[in-house]
């Protein structure tokens, strides 16, 4: 069986989403207490239009300067990368590079349908909600902006049911993750507030995943230091056991 060694988080979140609980430099030596070799910092990328829990455009220059400043001064403890989560529709391209150009990395973090900047979060979707959120995360991996797919399942916990759907959706997403060589990120975060069956890390999409050759990335997605932990971690690892995905995980992110 493989070994797992989850030490190269790109998934963190602060006080800058205004919803996550701890400052950048918490995160940070809480991550060198835990023995972390890498911490990427991916705030909430800010929308045109304001939204409560996400980054301001205001505060951007401010965040990504202050991960870069702690990054100087813990060089030597810990490896710092800023980045952000963030939406993606193909008529703000310009919007979407002008912020990955700002930063080391970006990864998919898709909350919303249509146009991001005009759209409401998900809450409650039909099939044909799943098939414009899968249109989304294709144009998203062809824009070549992104190095990895947050909770690509995120979608799953507003739908009803794993059906034939579901499993479109579910297909496309792999086609799209193996065709453009970008991973699919299993969500430590999701597990401890899982209440449903259908909520994310999904069992049913991870099953497709685990006979495939998609790589498999492993992100706290961390609102709280807990989630970087070793309790939270080891519950990962065991369900990843138990979905047979050991094979396909990867230890870093590619970042392009």
Not at 97 to 121: A, Q
Not at 191 to 212: A, C, Q
Request: glycine share 4%.
């Amino acid at each position: 069986m493989k070994k797992l060694d989850f030490k190269h988080n790109y998934h963190t979140h602060t006080v800058y989403c205004h919803h996550a609980k701890n400052t950048i430099e918490e995160n940070i030596k809480a991550a060198i207490k835990l023995g972390y070799k890498t911490l990427g910092f991916s705030e909430h990328a800010p929308l045109k239009v304001h939204r409560n829990f996400r980054l301001n455009l205001s505060e951007v220059d401010d965040y990504i300067n202050e991960v870069k400043t702690l990054r100087q001064h813990y060089q030597n403890q810990i490896h710092i990368l800023v980045g952000f989560e963030a939406e993606y529709h193909r008529s703000q391209y310009k919007f979407y590079k002008s912020l990955r150009d700002k930063v080391d990395y970006m990864i998919l973090g898709n909350h919303n349908l249509g146009n991001p900047h005009l759209s409401k979060d998900l809450k409650s979707l039909s099939a044909f909600d799943l098939d414009q959120y899968g249109e989304q995360l294709e144009d998203a991996c062809k824009s070549g902006l992104f190095s990895a797919i947050a909770h690509p399942d995120y979608a799953y916990s507003f739908y009803h049911s794993w059906d034939e759907d579901a499993i479109r959706l579910a297909n496309l997403m792999i086609d799209c993750s193996l065709k453009y060589d970008i991973p699919l990120c299993f969500n430590i975060n999701g597990i401890s507030s899982k209440k449903r069956l259908m909520d994310y890390p999904n069992n049913y999409f991870w099953e497709m995943v685990s006979g495939t050759k998609c790589k498999v990335l492993i992100e706290a997605d961390a609102h709280d230091i807990k989630t970087l932990g070793r309790l939270a971690v080891e519950s990962a690892y065991k369900l990843i056991i138990k979905l047979d995905l050991t094979k396909n995980i990867i230890s870093k992110m590619k970042i392009i």
